[in-house]
């Protein structure tokens, strides 16, 4: 089949090529902002393209998306501190883009989008929140990621992941995940301090994430 990934260049993306080039035509819609080096192992590839280009494009990802059968829609502003540095590019990435394909996919293509577990925010009554738990989201960036899953729910052919915190090497390595935050302090100061003792998070390797969208 053929995949389009929007964001293909970041954490979870440039190791999910990896993992669906050797069954499938992947184009990866990635403006680099971050990392020009992630994606240069798959450049020798015939079944990887790469399209360098903003994801508010619309014309550019119109045009693809009609060529390609699975849409993975893991373009966004990621975590609370930069949404709010960024408003305005964190409503119109995180949610108005995935807004316009989910109106505009055709009904047989499938799009898997990788909400967050930050859409629970916190509980009305103060207990730990589960997947069981209402959506109650308390930042920027959950409400949008939110926004975005409701807009793709109302679609046929999608399934959408509410990721916990995901740790693991990648090729756009993030340190600012709190796992990999740990590993990387404690080899670069020696120590590690702990905080909010009482605190409670979810963690997934970003093994198991991939492996759950290509299960998908």
């Not at 399209?51 to 014309?59: A, E, L, P, S």
Request: aromatic share 12%; proline share 3%.
């Amino acid at each position: 089949m053929n995949v389009l990934i929007t964001g293909g260049a970041g954490y979870i993306g440039s190791e999910l090529v990896g993992y669906l080039i050797d069954n499938h035509n992947v184009t990866v819609l990635d403006s680099l902002m971050y990392d020009h080096t992630s994606l240069l192992r798959y450049a020798q590839n015939d079944r990887f393209n790469f399209v360098k280009g903003d994801v508010r494009n619309t014309k550019l990802l119109y045009r693809l998306m009609n060529k390609n059968d699975i849409i993975l829609p893991l373009a966004a502003l990621v975590g609370f501190p930069l949404c709010d540095d960024y408003p305005r590019d964190a409503q119109e990435v995180n949610y108005g883009v995935n807004k316009y394909i989910a109106e505009r996919k055709s009904a047989d293509q499938m799009v898997i989008y990788p909400c967050t577990n930050s859409g629970y925010g916190v509980s009305k009554d103060g207990s730990v929140c589960t997947e069981l738990s209402p959506l109650n989201p308390v930042s920027l960036y959950g409400k949008t990621k939110v926004m975005a899953e409701r807009a793709y729910q109302e679609t046929d052919n999608c399934a959408t992941f509410r990721l916990a915190t995901v740790f693991g090497h990648s090729y756009r390595m993030r340190t600012d995940l709190l796992v990999n935050n740990f590993v990387f302090k404690s080899i670069q100061d020696k120590k590690l301090t702990i905080f909010e003792p009482n605190f409670r998070r979810n963690y997934i390797h970003i093994d198991d994430v991939v492996d759950g969208i290509v299960f998908s």
